[in-house]
């Protein structure tokens, strides 16, 4: 291909790309609308598939080594449900412990937090107005809403249909999902006229690949930070530790932006201990994300995705503008098997020219 024709290729995505983000602009509250719709059903197959990616290596050693693969998969599934049973089990009661005894005392540490803020707010003249401002502000607001907050959030995971729905459902077909993956993929692969199967066959089995080490680095990465958080907690005596560190791991998952959403709720309850526990919460979170920047990322994930920084966070951004959290989540992956087909298609069509 010479240059010009390359040249003018470039454009031509650049434009198609643009055009796309228009378009997407225009159709935003149809698409809202819509997720809205498929959200419920959404979840229990991402859920599924996250449950997959993590199981199949382990079943994969088992047929290695002479176990049907049937009994493998039943073996593998039965010791992590109960597994997760036992974890869940271990886990309610702390929490909801620590978010009854959070709704209680909301009122009163916000108000720690805000005779902290009239103290340091009393040499005003040092303090931008729209910095002080705007703390004046957000502690009015998260007085009047945050108990509400909190109660609701944790009613509606335990109370609604859809929580019901996911909870049941997502055992079923993640289970369906190990024991038929295969068959799942040569249908895939049967859609697709002949010449063209050996092709769409190395660009699932590449998606496959990206996704599966993505998503077994990612946990084991967010595990860890929250281990860390709660370690690092602990040690300078923060209240509710257990479930600060819980949302901050969780929110590990979403790169880049994630570590600044977790670590928010620790850094206003710490506001209302004193400016001795906001700085020591801030240094616990630098030193954990240095941890995860410098040796955690790069030792367990390694160059899994192959992405750029910014493409990265640009499909984050994008991804929360459509799909909320869940798009932040989701933006990532789909990033890259985009990528991963993108990338195997060119390969196909030099190798033909």
């Given at each position: 291909?010479?240059?010009?024709?390359?040249?003018?290729?470039?454009?031509?995505?650049?434009?198609?790309?643009?055009?796309?983000?228009?378009?997407?602009?225009?159709?935003?509250?149809?698409?809202?609308?819509?997720?809205?719709?498929?959200?419920?059903?959404?979840?229990?197959?991402?859920?599924?598939?996250?449950?997959?990616?993590?199981?199949?290596?382990v079943?994969?050693?088992?047929?290695?080594?002479?176990?049907?693969?049937?009994?493998?998969?039943?073996?593998i599934?039965?010791?992590?449900?109960?597994?997760?049973?036992?974890?869940i089990?271990?886990?309610?009661p702390?929490?909801?412990?620590?978010?009854?005894?959070?709704?209680?005392?909301?009122?009163?540490?916000?108000?720690?937090?805000?005779?902290?803020?009239?103290?340091?707010t009393?040499?005003?003249?040092?303090?931008?107005?729209?910095?002080?401002?705007?703390?004046?502000?957000?502690?009015?607001?998260?007085?009047?809403?945050?108990?509400?907050?909190?109660?609701?959030?944790?009613?509606?995971?335990?109370?609604?249909?859809?929580?019901?729905?996911?909870?049941?459902?997502?055992?079923?077909?993640?289970?369906?999902?190990?024991?038929?993956?295969?068959?799942?993929?040569?249908?895939?692969?049967?859609?697709?006229?002949?010449?063209?199967?050996?092709?769409?066959?190395?660009?699932?089995?590449?998606?496959?690949?990206?996704?599966?080490?993505?998503?077994?680095?990612?946990?084991?990465?967010?595990?860890?930070?929250?281990?860390?958080?709660y370690?690092g907690?602990?040690?300078?005596?923060?209240?509710?530790?257990?479930?600060l560190?819980?949302?901050?791991?969780?929110?590990?998952?979403?790169?880049?932006?994630?570590?600044?959403?977790?670590?928010a709720?620790?850094?206003?309850?710490?506001?209302?201990?004193?400016?001795?526990?906001?700085?020591?919460?801030?240094?616990?979170?630098?030193?954990?994300?240095?941890l995860?920047?410098?040796?955690?990322?790069?030792a367990?994930?390694?160059?899994?995705?192959?992405?750029?920084?910014?493409?990265i966070?640009?499909?984050?951004?994008?991804?929360?503008?459509?799909?909320?959290?869940?798009?932040?989540?989701?933006?990532?992956p789909?990033?890259?098997?985009?990528?991963?087909?993108?990338?195997?298609?060119?390969?196909?069509?030099?190798?033909?020219?």
């Open positions: 291909m010479n240059p010009t024709d390359r040249y003018l290729r470039n454009i031509a995505a650049v434009v198609l790309t643009l055009l796309a983000v228009y378009l997407l602009a225009q159709v935003r509250g149809f698409l809202h609308d819509l997720w809205s719709l498929i959200y419920v059903v959404l979840i229990p197959f991402l859920v599924s598939l996250v449950i997959t990616y993590l199981l199949q290596p079943v994969q050693m088992l047929v290695h080594r002479r176990v049907p693969r049937g009994i493998a998969i039943l073996i599934y039965f010791t992590f449900v109960v597994g997760a049973l036992i974890a089990l271990q886990a309610i702390v929490v909801s412990f620590q978010v009854t005894q959070l709704t209680q005392h909301l009122p009163s540490l916000i108000a720690q937090a805000d005779g902290w803020m009239t103290a340091l009393a040499h005003k003249r040092y303090l931008p107005d729209a910095l002080r401002l705007g703390v004046e502000s957000a502690l009015s607001q998260l007085e009047h809403n945050a108990a509400s907050y909190v109660a609701n959030l944790f009613s509606m995971l335990s109370n609604t249909v859809s929580a019901i729905f996911v909870a049941f459902v997502i055992p079923f077909v993640a289970f369906y999902m190990l024991k038929d993956a295969r068959v799942m993929g040569r249908a895939v692969v049967r859609l697709f006229p002949v010449k063209y199967r050996v092709e769409v066959k190395k660009i699932l089995s590449g998606i496959d690949e990206t996704l599966g080490s993505y998503v077994r680095g990612q946990l084991l990465v967010m595990l860890s930070v929250g281990i860390l958080t370690a907690f602990l040690i300078i005596r923060m209240p509710y530790a257990f479930l560190s819980l949302f901050l791991g969780m929110m590990d998952i979403i790169p880049y932006l994630g570590p600044f959403i977790g670590a709720p620790a850094v206003i309850l710490a506001f209302s201990v004193g400016p001795q526990m906001v700085l020591k919460v801030l240094l616990v979170n630098v030193i954990v994300q240095q995860e920047g410098n040796l955690l990322s790069p367990i994930m390694g160059k899994t995705l192959h992405l750029h920084p910014l493409a966070v640009a499909s984050v951004l994008i991804g929360g503008e459509m799909g909320g959290i869940l798009g932040m989540v989701c933006a990532v789909l990033l890259a098997v985009v990528k991963v087909t993108w990338t195997s298609i060119s390969q196909y069509r030099a190798k033909v020219n």
